[in-house]
């Protein structure tokens, strides 16, 4: 997606790809001129969600076609409910493959997951921690902050395990750390993953199946600071402390 809003102008390229491989199986190119510029401002107001790469669209278009360009699309309207709605859905089907998937470690009674990670205790007094943030989260300052000027002087020892939190790749990052932590051998009183607030479709990373099994399965009791209090991922249904 290439954005000149100064001249009310977008340019972007639609891709399909295949759900078995991830690969790119079709594409064209699509652009949105002049009155319907104002459309990505609307999708923008409704979803909470930059209009950027990666971003599953429901578009109204109308086909041009040019005998030396060849054949294009002039994007004429958005529909933010269907981005909105495949998120919801596609948070449905990890939650419902990882209860299929794991009946040992993860089933739901009463509304409510219990998950191996849930089961875990903390210790009476939690003081070595590990942390799995990127430095460049705004919940990564206000974490050490708040931990290191907390009113009653309590000392901690924090071993930083630094990750991307949002992007296509973050949720593997983040799970190649938590087996950084089971590797090092180091019995921490607890793993805290953290990153600021955000839409909801930048907390994909803590949705992903890979990385909330991995949170659910965990040996060591994890706290997740994931955004707001009004946001809650898949990491955060999974793991012993929502925050």
């Known amino acids: 997606i ?3 809003p ?3 102008q977008c340019y972007l390229t639609l891709i399909e790809k295949c759900a078995q491989t991830d690969k790119v199986v079709a594409s064209m190119k699509a652009r949105i001129w002049g009155n319907n510029y104002k459309c990505i401002q ?5 979803t909470g969600q930059h209009f950027k790469d990666n971003i599953q669209l429901l578009l109204q278009v109308k086909v041009n076609y040019h005998v030396q360009y060849g054949l294009s699309l002039e994007i004429e309207d958005i529909d933010p409910n269907y981005t909105i709605g495949r998120l919801a859905l596609s948070r449905q ?3 419902q493959k990882l209860l299929t998937d794991n009946p040992e470690h993860i089933r739901e009674q009463n509304g409510e997951f219990l998950t191996l990670n849930k089961s875990l205790k903390f210790p009476p007094v939690i003081q070595r921690i590990a942390l799995i943030s990127s430095a460049q989260a705004d919940g990564y300052a206000d974490f ?5 000027t907390n009113r009653y002087d309590f000392t901690f020892t924090v071993d930083e395990y630094l990750a991307p939190v949002q992007g296509l790749e973050a949720h593997k990052e983040i799970y190649r750390q938590l087996v950084r932590i089971y ?4 019995t921490y009183d607890a793993v805290v993953l953290v990153r600021g607030g955000g839409s909801q479709l930048d907390f994909q990373a803590y949705d992903s199946y890979l990385l909330a099994r991995a949170v659910a399965r965990f040996h060591l009791p994890i706290i997740t600071g994931i955004g707001h209090e009004k946001n809650e991922s898949v990491c955060d249904l999974m793991a012993k402390l929502k925050t």
């Not at 609307?42 to 409704?46: A, S």
């Not at 590797?183 to 180091?186: A, C, L, M, Q, Y």
Request: charge should be negative.
């Open 6 to 8: 100064a001249k009310n």
């Open 42 to 46: 609307c999708f923008e107001e409704i």
């Open 183 to 186: 590797e090092s051998g180091i």
């Open 2 to 4: 290439s954005l000149y």
């Open 144 to 148: 050490l902050h708040e931990l290191y």
């Open 93 to 95: 089907a990890v939650i």
